[in-house]
């Protein structure tokens, strides 16, 4: 049986859904409260825990041959986080210390490329250090800390190897992340702002794929940058344009705009209580450097993902079908 934290989140769904249609038994830890729509009608253990609570995590690794670590707070607001560092590090660190004392075989931790060091130039791979120091967001060093924490305790013993995808995009997104809520958006076609930049992209159910595969055969202490595609908004909403036959209205907004508005937008999102979209960290990222391989993860474990054409169809079939 594996034990899967953070199992109603994007990723974690898919990979529930993945490990199930392999014959694999699957325990999902679910917070109190939280809402399990993702899983309904899945065959699977639902226990109840906290990664805050480490008492709460001896129990749900009772019996698992190995443990897949999502769990994990994302935020794109500027400043201190105390929350996002308390969950991502503290969390993860209970997770280590239970997988240790419990004996469990093997834990595949899925951090982030914003953990590892950004790169002006030249293409980011497995060989640019994380960075517990990064400038440009809270998450993007809570992420750091916490995967530097898992590789110390592969050092020490523990069969541990770390994942870093891209931006996640795909289907049974329930949650609605920021990027699927811009392909929902123009699924729509509701009108809909962008700013000139691009990013790489890759499939939910590739990366679900990717950590089954370093659950099988990544190295211990090692860590593999599950990748996808380089594409731009435009790119991604003329797509969805393509793909549902429906024209929208489309604004670009220039950068230097989009940028001085930024200065503002994060406390309209708190004050309003909406998802954010346009702050100073997701620009950063759009004009980053989004070169990015996953040579490493192709060659050792066999990572091989689809084109994003494929990926953004079937992210506006399932958001045009839920809806209905």
């Given at each position: 049986?594996?034990?899967?934290?953070?199992?109603?989140?994007?990723?974690?769904?898919?990979?529930?859904?993945?490990?199930?249609?392999?014959?694999?038994?699957?325990?999902?830890?679910?917070?109190?409260?939280?809402?399990?729509?993702?899983?309904?009608?899945?065959?699977?253990?639902?226990?109840?825990?906290?990664?805050?609570?480490?008492?709460?995590?001896?129990?749900?690794?009772?019996?698992?041959?190995?443990?897949?670590?999502?769990?994990?707070?994302?935020?794109?607001?500027p400043g201190p986080n105390p929350a996002v560092r308390k969950v991502n590090?503290?969390?993860?660190?209970?997770?280590?210390?239970?997988?240790?004392?419990?004996?469990?075989?093997?834990?595949?931790?899925?951090?982030?490329?914003?953990?590892?060091?950004?790169?002006?130039?030249?293409?980011?791979?497995?060989?640019?250090?994380?960075?517990?120091?990064?400038?440009?967001?809270?998450?993007?060093?809570?992420?750091?800390?916490?995967?530097?924490?898992?590789?110390?305790?592969?050092?020490?013993?523990?069969?541990?190897?770390?994942?870093?995808?891209?931006?996640?995009?795909?289907?049974?997104?329930?949650?609605?992340?920021?990027?699927?809520?811009?392909?929902?958006?123009?699924?729509?076609?509701?009108?809909?702002?962008?700013?000139?930049?691009?990013?790489?992209?890759?499939?939910?159910?590739?990366?679900?794929?990717?950590?089954?595969?370093?659950?099988?055969?990544?190295?211990?202490?090692?860590?593999?940058?599950?990748?996808?595609?380089?594409?731009?908004?435009?790119?991604?909403?003329?797509?969805?344009?393509?793909?549902?036959?429906?024209?929208?209205?489309?604004?670009?907004?220039?950068?230097?705009?989009?940028?001085?508005?930024?200065?503002?937008?994060?406390?309209?999102?708190?004050?309003?209580?909406?998802?954010?979209?346009?702050?100073?960290?997701?620009?950063?990222?759009?004009?980053?450097?989004?070169?990015?391989?996953?040579?490493?993860?192709?060659?050792?474990?066999?990572?091989?993902?689809?084109?994003?054409?494929?990926?953004?169809?079937?992210?506006?079939?399932?958001?045009?079908?839920?809806?209905?």
């Open positions: 049986m594996w034990l899967v934290t953070g199992a109603t989140g994007h990723v974690g769904n898919v990979l529930v859904r993945k490990l199930l249609e392999r014959g694999e038994k699957v325990r999902a830890l679910i917070l109190p409260g939280e809402s399990r729509e993702s899983l309904t009608g899945l065959n699977l253990e639902a226990v109840e825990g906290d990664i805050l609570q480490l008492g709460s995590l001896f129990e749900s690794m009772r019996g698992v041959k190995g443990v897949f670590h999502l769990a994990g707070l994302i935020s794109i607001m590090v503290e969390g993860t660190r209970n997770i280590l210390q239970a997988a240790k004392e419990s004996g469990v075989g093997k834990l595949i931790y899925t951090s982030s490329i914003h953990a590892i060091r950004r790169v002006e130039k030249g293409v980011i791979d497995e060989s640019v250090p994380y960075d517990m120091n990064n400038p440009y967001g809270a998450y993007d060093r809570s992420k750091a800390e916490a995967t530097l924490e898992v590789l110390n305790a592969a050092h020490s013993g523990l069969e541990a190897v770390v994942t870093c995808p891209t931006g996640v995009i795909g289907p049974f997104d329930y949650r609605g992340s920021m990027m699927g809520a811009v392909i929902q958006g123009a699924a729509a076609a509701k009108p809909t702002l962008y700013v000139d930049g691009a990013y790489d992209f890759v499939d939910v159910r590739d990366v679900a794929d990717g950590l089954i595969l370093a659950a099988q055969k990544g190295r211990q202490g090692e860590s593999y940058i599950l990748s996808g595609q380089k594409i731009s908004v435009r790119y991604l909403l003329e797509t969805v344009r393509e793909i549902t036959g429906r024209g929208f209205f489309q604004m670009k907004v220039p950068f230097d705009f989009a940028k001085f508005a930024s200065l503002f937008t994060p406390t309209y999102y708190r004050l309003a209580n909406e998802t954010p979209r346009f702050t100073p960290y997701s620009l950063e990222v759009l004009q980053s450097n989004s070169n990015i391989s996953h040579a490493k993860a192709t060659k050792e474990l066999g990572y091989n993902p689809r084109a994003l054409y494929e990926s953004i169809s079937d992210a506006v079939k399932w958001f045009l079908d839920r809806k209905r």
